[in-house]
């Protein structure tokens, strides 16, 4: 098989599961540390980055999908890459990923909602305690790396804590992944220094794009229709969820939704977690 030249390569960028972050103050744009913590992040996507072009990739763009996705600092970003910034984005975590990349890295990425992991949540702490695709429970890297798949991306990279990345193993056949941080607790890990991390990850993005050029990494099939179930944490969100068209009301937290591919699927998610997040007060 002929190698892939003109790589380009897609970054979408998370802060949990960056190496020293463990607590929302890291997280959060008012908390005391936040600002530390950007710059951990920009560090560890600048070496992703790095990585990817020392492998021979010719492009790429990175998404910052964390919270207000205005966490990256363009001034610091390496200046080979383009950054998508901004919120309210209509594919959020996925903004500007198309058809058109040959990869997919998910950097600082955590665990689902209900699991084991440093911060663990999907898309909302505060909305969803559980979502499930055909029946399996699945987080940001599932989600996320499924749409990829169903694009025509493979998901290359991911890092995180050991639950982070477990999920993404078990989904996406010969995935890099680079372990930033064991994570003990909620709110509890064991860190390499970042220096480390970094070169963790840059060692990472170097082998997944040699593995993209060989083809080595490909796309899964995602089977069609989809059935959502999104578990919400309490009654009230559930309840102004199911405005949604086509949505199911399970039981006083659980809400179905069949959707014709993937795609759909993630953009119903989405939008229920929308709609729930009204009703907090």
Not at 136 to 151: A, D, H, K, M, Y
């Amino acid at each position: 098989m002929a190698e892939v030249s003109n790589l380009k390569i897609y970054i979408s960028a998370d802060l949990e599961g960056v190496c020293g972050v463990v607590d929302v103050e890291h997280t959060r744009r008012e908390g005391r540390e936040h600002d530390r913590a950007r710059k951990w992040m920009v560090q560890e996507v600048n070496a992703a980055i790095e990585g990817a072009l020392k492998a021979g990739a010719e492009k790429v763009v990175v998404n910052d999908s964390h919270g207000t996705m205005r966490n990256l600092l363009p001034e610091e970003l390496h200046p080979e890459a383009e950054l998508i910034l901004g919120s309210p984005k209509p594919m959020s975590m996925l903004e500007g990923l198309s058809k058109e990349f040959d990869g997919t890295f998910f950097i600082g990425y955590h665990a689902r909602s209900g699991s084991f992991g440093v911060l663990s949540h999907t898309y909302a702490g505060r909305i969803v305690a559980d979502l499930k695709l055909n029946g399996r429970s699945v987080g940001e890297p599932g989600l996320n790396g499924l749409v990829s798949n169903f694009l025509g991306v493979p998901v290359a990279l991911i890092s995180g804590d050991q639950f982070a990345v477990e999920e993404a193993r078990e989904l996406f056949p010969g995935v890099i992944c680079v372990i930033t941080k064991e994570a003990l607790g909620r709110y509890i890990a064991k860190c390499p220094s970042p220096e480390k991390a970094r070169k963790m990850i840059e060692e990472g993005a170097f082998r997944a794009v040699n593995l993209l050029k060989k083809g080595e990494i490909e796309t899964i099939s995602v089977p069609s229709p989809v059935e959502v179930r999104l578990k919400f944490l309490n009654p009230g969100m559930a309840d102004l969820a199911q405005i949604l068209p086509g949505s199911e009301r399970l039981d006083p937290l659980t809400l179905k939704y069949v959707a014709k591919d993937v795609l759909e699927a993630y953009k119903a998610v989405r939008a229920m977690i929308y709609l729930g997040y009204a009703t907090i007060k």
